[in-house]
C-alpha cells in the first residue's frame, strides 16, 4: 500500500470530469451571483416559517435543531450540509429502528422539503448552487464508476435534474444518468425548466426517502452496468461474467455467499483485453462489488487462495479495497476482519459496507481515462 494514503484501507475514487464549454463556464459564474441574491431573500422570507420549523423540532425531538452531515459538491469538495432534523437521536444500529425514528413532524417536514431550508445558508457560502445534482454523501467515495462522478463537474444543487424526474423513485443508475446529461446540457434554459418543475415535485411531495439506512434500497449500491460494460449474474450457482459492448467477455468467476455478511470470490478469469490491467479492469471489479452490494447486505469481501494473482489483477483488486489480512490492514469499521471464510483464510480481503461513523473516506481521489492501461494520478488539492 502506498504509505501516503491514510490507513483505512479501502477502494479509490475515479475520477473523469465533464469538459464544459466556454459558454458554460461563463454561465456558471454569472449564475453564482444570481444563486446568493436568491438564497439570502430566501432566508428572509423564510425566517418566519424556518423559526416555526426550529420550535417544531424543539417539540418533537429536541436538541439539536440542525441536522449537519459532510456531502460532496463540485470536484468532490467536501462541505458540512445543514438541515432540519427529521429523527430522533439513533438507538442500536437497524432499519427498524431508522424508520422508528422518524416522527410524525420529521416525515412532514420532509415530504414539504421544509427541512432544507437551511441548505440556503451553503449556498450563500459557495457549497452548493440552487440547481445542481445533489450533494451526496462522502460515504459512497469509492462506490461511483468514473462516468457517475462527472456529476460532480459543477456544483451540487439544492434541487436538480434528477429531483424533478423521478427523485427518489429512480433507480440509482438512472439517477446518476441523468445528473451526467445535466452536465453535459448545463444552461439557462434548462436551469429555468428545474425550477419550474421542482414547484410542481414539491406541491405534489413526489419520491421523497423517509428512511436512509445502511441496506435499504435507497443506499447507493455502485453501479450497475457502465457504458462500456455489463454484469451478468452471479448466478444461483455464484457464476458471473462481465461483457463490453461487443458481448466479449472480459472477466468472470464465482462468488460464495457465507452468510454473516461475508462473500468469496471462489474463482476469476481475465479475458485477453484485460490480461494488462487498466481501467477497465478495475471498473469490471467494481461492478462486481456493487452488484454483490445491492443484492445482499456483505460487509465483507474475500478472495479465495485458490485465486491466480498477476501483478495486474492484484493491482486493480487493491485499488478496489481489496487488501492482505492481517494487523497491517485496518478498515473503517470498528467490527474485527475475518480471519477464516468458509473456513480458509482469505489471500484479500475488502470492508464493502459504508464506513461507520468517525471514519473518514479511505483514499484520495484519482483521475482516471476510459482508454484501457493509462495510468490513474491523484487530483491536486482533493486528497
Known sequence: MNPSHPPFAGPVQRV????????????????RRADVALALGGLVVAAIPMALVALGVLVTMGRPVLFAQERMTQSGRIFTLWKFRSMRDPGPRSARDDAERLVPFGRFIRATSLDELPSLWNIVR?????????PLPTYYLGRFSA??????TVPAGLTGHAQ?????????????SIDQEYVQQIGPVLDLQILRDTVGVVLRRRGVDFVEAPGESTDFPGPQATSLLELDGPADDGAWQCRDREDRVLLGGTVQLLGGGMVLI??????????????????ALLLLVSRVRSRERARWMGIAPEVELTPALREALERNGFVPPGPGSVFPT?????TLMGGRPPVLIAYVERPQPGFPPPRPL???????????????GLQ
Do not use: C, K
Open 164 to 176: 424533478v424526474h423521478g427523485r427518489n423513485e429512480v433507480e440509482w443508475d438512472r439517477r446518476m
Open 147 to 152: 462516468e457517475q462522478f462527472a456529476r460532480h
Open 16 to 31: 473523469r470530469p465533464v469538459r464544459l464549454s466556454r459558454r458554460q463556464l461563463n454561465y456558471l459564474r454569472l449564475r
Open 266 to 283: 471462489g474463482a476469476l478469469a481475465l479475458g485477453a483485453e484485460l490480461l494488462g490491467g487498466g481501467v477497465l479492469l478495475e471498473e
Open 366 to 380: 484519482l483521475s482516471m481515462w476510459s482508454e484501457p492501461g493509462t495510468s490513474a494520478t491523484p487530483v491536486p
Open 334 to 338: 470498528h467490527e474485527s476482519a475475518p
Open 126 to 134: 459557495g457549497d452548493m448552487g440552487l440547481i445542481g445534482p445533489r
